[in-house]
């Protein structure tokens, strides 16, 4: 399997179909931060893996930011596994990576490169071939009776980019509690410069004018990612979030 970097001015009609790592306007946002930010493809499988390199130190390392995308079809594990090798020779030679990384949990590898270590991982993937009411019944009815109550009890939702504030709030602070790393609020300020409100839905939940919840959600046409969210330190209701 022969991988070769995209031109990616001349490929932007198929970038809009995979997820949004790969988007032009995210790709110029990572190299506005100082990475390094390619997309790395078979042209003739049509298989495409994003790929963010920094320098850590005196070495580059490389990250892939999502799991290999197709514009046709589905992809095996046989081949992704042949493409995954194939991209992190690439990385390697042509960037002088001395390790990969995946990226963060948005996707999941079905395989990954000879001689890698890795774990199990899992996330949830909800249809959007369904209705509302479908997909709201298919959840747990505790969590169905949460949400009702806090819809009852009046919740507000705002949207938009004037939550980023209230929103982060929530954000950190869970992280806090949790003891886990976090972004800064100037990295969810220049996602939403970036993508605007096409390719970002940053929402907060409010009770009695308080913020309770919020979420940052990025997507396409392709998919929606539920990668950043948070609650208050003490939320006054539980189906806020």
Known sequence: ?????????AAISILKQLPYPFCEEY???ERSRGFGYYIICDTEEKIFIPLKVSKRQIFYVG?????????????????????VNAATALSANQFKCIRIEPGSTISVFQSYPDGAKAVELGLFSVGF??????????????YRNEIRNAEKTGIEIRYGKSELPAFYDCYADTHKRQGAAHEPLQFFEGVFN?????????????VNGVADAAVFLIYTDYAGYYM??????????KGST
């Open 1 to 9: 399997m022969e991988v070769k970097i995209l031109n990616e001015q």
């Open 27 to 29: 790709i110029a946002f």
């Open 63 to 83: 990250v892939f930011t999502h799991a290999p995308a197709t514009t046709s079809g589905s992809i095996s594990a046989d081949k992704e596994r042949d493409f």
């Open 129 to 142: 071939d369904k209705t509302e009411d479908e997909i709201f019944a298919a959840f747990n009815s505790t």
């Open 194 to 206: 970036a993508l605007g409100e096409e390719k970002v839905l940053c929402a907060t939940a409010y």
């Open 228 to 237: 950043y969210a948070g609650s208050a330190a003490k939320t006054q209701l």
